[in-house]
Each structure stands twice: as C-alpha cells, then as structure tokens.
C-alpha cells in the first residue's frame, strides 16, 4: 500500500521476535481489524506497519527530537540529557534501544494553565524494546489561574500511552525521581508510562521489565 514496507512483529510470552516482511495485506494502517492473508493473526495484536525498511540510527538528543512516523529505530550509544529541559514528542514505530541508555532526562519547575506531558515521548505507539533510563528527574508544579481542569501526565518513557504499546526489557533506576504537584486537577504517574489506556484491541503490554525510582 503506498510502497509502504510490512513487517511482522510476533509478541511471544518471553519477548518478541521480527518474522519477516509480508507481501499482502488485507489492512493498511497500523492497527487494523482485518487479518492477514492466510494468517491466524490480526494486525493490532501481532503486526505493526513500518512507513520504511530502512533503519534510522539515533545517537544523539536531536535524533532523539526527529524521530517522526514509523520507523525502525535503535540506539548507537548512551544518550546524555543533562543540562536540557526535555519536551519530547510522539513516538511511532519499533525502538530498539540495544541495551543502552537515556541518561539526566529532565524538567524541574511549573507549568502554568496547560496540560503537561512528561517523558522521553509525549504519547506513543508500537514496540520499545531494551532501553534503560537513568537519574530521570521531574519536579514539577501545574498551576491553574483560571480555573480551569489541566492533566499532567509522567513516565520516563512515555508520559501518556493510549494502546497499541508493547514495552520489553526496559528499566528506570533508582536514582530516578517523578515528583508531581497538581492542586488544580488530575495527575498520572508512573515509572516508565504515566497513564495508560489500552482496550483488548489497543493493549498495552509490559514484559520484564522495572522501575526503581521513587514517584
């Protein structure tokens, strides 16, 4: 469809292996219904839909902040956050952190009068697999002056994940803090996701992996 490229991603209970490229498919987004020509599968719960099958190496906190649509992407080395104040986007796609790790990921202060997404990603989809986090520190205040309801979501990995997520071997060390202060409204908090929101259509899957850090 579109020249897009299909990877089949079968989640087994003791992790996940690539099957293979498919030729046909019966669906053409990410987390379709249909099954697959001659599978006993379905798409929401067994493939995910890579825009490429070329593989985007990230090495760097900016390739961190490019990563855009679903690729195939993994980790060179350990990426060093310290000094930044992370605002991280929307993740799609497969990310395979290769053992390494996002070091000083961090935003200590307040937000004022808008929702706050804290983590590496803002929301996010598709598969994250071996990646470890190391002295993640949020200390932050959400303030409301109108009135009005505001959300604060945090998570060293994904501040809010709405289904479709497979997370294997990742960890958030003890050197980790996630402390949040919202007298307006609603806070999620969690190790590696804030919120999670998953249906038997959409899960959200975690598989050994652990948090450390204090929330």
Same mark, same amino acid.
């Given at each position: 469809?579109?020249?897009?490229?299909?990877?089949?991603?079968?989640?087994?209970?003791?992790?996940?292996?690539?099957?293979?490229?498919? @030729?046909?498919?019966?669906?053409?987004?990410?987390?379709?219904?249909? +099954?697959?020509?001659?599978?006993? *599968?379905?798409?929401?719960? @067994? #493939?995910?839909?890579?825009?490429?099958?070329?593989?985007?190496?990230?090495?760097?906190?900016?390739?961190?902040?490019?990563?855009?649509?679903?690729?195939?992407?993994v980790?060179?080395?350990? $990426?060093?956050?310290?000094?930044?104040?992370?605002?991280?986007?929307?993740?799609s796609?497969?990310?395979?952190?290769?053992g390494?790790?996002i070091?000083?990921?961090?935003? *200590?202060?307040? #937000? &004022?009068?808008? &929702?706050a997404y804290?983590?590496?990603?803002k929301?996010?989809?598709?598969?994250v697999?071996?990646?470890?986090?190391?002295? *993640?520190?949020?200390?932050?205040?959400? /303030?409301?002056?109108?009135?009005?309801?505001?959300?604060?979501?945090?998570?060293?990995l994904?501040?809010?994940? +709405?289904?479709?997520? $497979? #997370? &294997?071997?990742?960890?958030?060390?003890?050197?980790?803090? $996630?402390?949040?202060?919202?007298?307006?409204?609603?806070?999620?908090?969690?190790?590696? *996701?804030?919120?999670?929101?998953?249906s038997?259509?959409?899960? #959200? /899957?975690?598989?050994?992996?652990?948090?450390?850090?204090?929330?």
């Amino acid at each position: 469809d579109n020249n897009r490229y299909y990877s089949k991603i079968k989640y087994l209970s003791g992790g996940w292996t690539t099957v293979g490229a498919l @030729s046909t498919v019966e669906c053409h987004n990410a987390y379709a219904s249909k +099954s697959f020509t001659g599978e006993d *599968v379905y798409c929401n719960n @067994s #493939v995910y839909v890579l825009a490429s099958k070329d593989i985007v190496y990230i090495s760097k906190a900016e390739d961190l902040l490019a990563m855009n649509g679903n690729r195939h992407y993994v980790l060179t080395n350990d $990426i060093d956050l310290s000094g930044m104040e992370w605002h991280g986007g929307a993740f799609s796609g497969f990310l395979d952190g290769n053992g390494y790790s996002i070091k000083g990921m961090s935003f *200590v202060g307040s #937000v &004022t009068n808008e &929702t706050a997404y804290l983590g590496l990603f803002k929301t996010g989809t598709g598969i994250v697999n071996d990646l470890h986090f190391e002295e *993640v520190t949020f200390i932050v205040d959400l /303030v409301s002056t109108t009135g009005a309801t505001y959300y604060m979501y945090a998570g060293a990995l994904i501040a809010d994940a +709405s289904g479709g997520l $497979i #997370v &294997t071997d990742c960890s958030v060390d003890k050197y980790s803090v $996630i402390d949040l202060k919202n007298e307006a409204s609603y806070i999620y908090g969690g190790g590696l *996701v804030g919120r999670v929101q998953a249906s038997m259509r959409r899960p #959200v /899957v975690f598989d050994s992996c652990t948090n450390a850090g204090k929330i």
